[in-house]
Structure formats: structure tokens, C-alpha cells
């Protein structure tokens, strides 16, 4: 099963750009990299989601570099409304049905202040 | 857009109570999922379902029971709740991937239990 791994807290301030990366060293050749962020008392939202390379759209940049054993997830220059949790993800293929059973670790607490 | 919606969210049952945990979701999605977070763990599965009537166990099935009589509809039930199962529900949803592609999983805001 591919694992993901990733910092459990992290700091910023209003304005910079955020980098947070996840290793998934066991990743497999058909899974994807997914990012989710969840606020407090609500459920994960999608961010971004990618293959190979990178991969931009209007909230977030995702890179993955060759061996894919690795992904970061960019925000540019975050605001306070950024502060949230941010789940990396690895598809995992199930037995059976012909979908992909997606694992959430922990996750990164990013703290931006003002 | 699509929206997931989920019957209550707050819940407060007593130990030994039947709890039912409702979800419902308008895109037509093959696939539903529900899972349980808690402080320091993140999310786990607990079932999940690909069709109508089908359910197949995750991460953390024992205490729970699922049902999916209609395809935008899928139940969690708690048979006898017990104080362990305290806890933020998260129900899901995603269209069956298509070749090459992953699935994005749809959220609904949760419930959260507490049984005391």
C-alpha cells in the first residue's frame, strides 16, 4: 500500500508562498497524487490533483518530480483564510469494482498569521 | 456543483442506542464512502460502496453496518452505540474512475456524534 508522509505543522505568514511536501515512496505506476484541504468542522475540500510534472490551477501548483516517490504542493502567497489542514493523498487500487480507495493520513496543520 | 449532504450535523445518543447516519449526494456518483476522524488520526474508512446494494469494508468496519438501497443514498448504522464511537462522520461520494483517470472524492460537512 503506498503510505504518504508529511510534515504534521507548519508556519507562514500572510503574503508568502507555502511549499508542503509528502513522500509516498511506494507509490504505484497508476495512481495519482491527490491534495485536499479541510477547514474546521467541515469535510476535505479537492485542491489539486496530478501524474507526473506539475500541474497548476487557480489555487494551487503541485510538482512531481520524475521518480514520483515525492509531490509538493505550492500556494501562492497564502492569506489567513489558507489556515486549514492538508491532506496528501495516494490513490490505492482495490480488489475489486475497478475504483480507487484513497488513504488520508494525519495531515499538514498550516498555521499562516498575519 | 455537486453537493453532498448528510442528515444531522450534531448528534447526541446514549450508550446502546441504534444510530442511523444518512447521506445523500446529486451527481449521479457510483461510489460513496463513510469515515470516521478523530483528533491525531486523520481520516479512516470505515465502508464503502461502488453500486447499489453493493458495500465492501474499510479500514475500521467493526460497530458499523452500511446500507445502499438507492444509488444517491448510503446509510451508516451504528447497531449499538458505544462511547467509543464518539466521533466526527464524514460521508463522500466519487464518480467511478474512467481509464487513466482517479477519482475526486466529494465531502459532505460531517456529523458529529457523541455518545454518552
Known amino acids: 500500500l503506498a503510505k504518504t508522509t508529511q510534515p504534521i505543522s507548519m508556519d507562514s505568514y500572510e503574503g508568502q508562498e507555502v511549499n508542503i511536501t509528502c513522500s509516498h515512496n511506494n507509490i504505484a505506476t497508476n495512481d495519482y497524487i491527490t491534495w485536499y484541504q479541510q477547514f474546521p468542522s467541515q469535510g476535505p475540500r479537492f485542491i489539486i490533483q496530478g501524474y507526473k510534472t506539475k500541474v497548476t490551477n487557480e489555487v494551487a501548483s503541485l510538482f512531481i518530480p520524475a521518480d514520483r516517490k515525492s509531490s509538493t504542493l505550492s500556494l501562492p502567497r497564502v492569506s489567513l483564510s489558507d489556515t486549514a489542514v492538508y491532506y496528501c493523498l495516494v490513490g490505492v487500487s482495490a480488489a475489486s469494482g475497478g475504483y480507487n480507495k484513497l488513504i488520508f493520513g494525519a495531515g499538514t496543520r498550516l498555521a499562516v498569521h498575519p | 456543483d455537486v453537493k453532498v449532504t448528510q442528515s444531522s450535523r450534531y448528534l447526541v445518543k446514549r450508550t446502546g442506542e441504534k444510530v442511523f447516519l444518512e447521506c445523500v449526494q446529486d451527481?449521479?456518483?457510483?461510489?460513496m464512502f463513510w469515515y470516521r476522524q478523530d483528533p491525531g488520526l486523520g481520516l479512516r474508512l470505515i465502508y464503502f460502496s461502488y453500486d447499489v446494494k453493493m458495500k465492501e469494508k474499510g479500514d475500521i468496519p467493526e460497530g458499523y453496518s452500511v446500507s445502499r438501497e438507492k444509488k444517491e443514498r448510503f446509510s451508516l448504522i451504528l447497531e449499538s452505540a458505544s462511547t467509543n464511537q464518539t466521533s466526527m462522520y464524514l460521508c463522500a461520494s466519487s464518480p467511478s474512475p474512467g481509464r487513466g483517470d482517479q477519482e475526486t472524492q466529494y465531502f459532505g460537512p460531517g456529523t458529529r456524534l457523541l455518545v454518552l
Open positions: 451527481m449521479d456518483h457510483e461510489n
